[in-house]
């Protein structure tokens, strides 16, 4: 199992930026794709943007390209998405979720292809 815990959530005025970060804990989440998506009230889950389990890849939602970026640091098993230029349609909740398949970035643009979530850190802008 791999335990993961998301923070930095918070309320920002549109424009501004927030930066989320995600840590991993029990099983190690370094040999898999990482991602974040978002659930606003009464949508459905939504993806945002993945990173591959080595890093050197990432892909984002068209909302959130040239805005957000994601990146992890496998030596501090943590995932991080630097929020910037936020608008009020970025309020939602945010989770982090590790692939379900190991050394692969397979499906990492949706939530089929993720098994470990975590409970989510709010977001909210103001406008």
């Known amino acids: 199992q791999v335990q993961l815990e998301e923070s930095g959530g918070g309320l920002v005025q549109a424009g501004g930026s927030l930066r989320l970060s995600c840590a991993a804990s029990g099983r190690t989440a370094s040999n898999r794709a990482m991602g974040w998506f978002r659930q606003a009230p009464g949508k459905e889950r939504e993806f945002v943007a993945a990173?591959?389990?080595?890093?050197?890849?990432?892909y984002y939602s068209d909302s959130v390209k040239g805005r957000f970026t994601i990146s992890r640091d496998n030596a501090k098993n943590t995932l991080y998405l630097q929020m910037n230029s936020l608008k009020p349609d970025d309020t939602a909740v945010y989770l982090c979720a590790a692939a379900r398949t190991e050394y692969n970035d397979y499906d990492v643009a949706r939530a089929y292809g993720y098994i470990f979530w975590g409970q989510g850190t709010q977001v909210t802008v103001s406008s």
């Open positions: 990173i591959s389990w080595i890093g050197d890849g990432t």
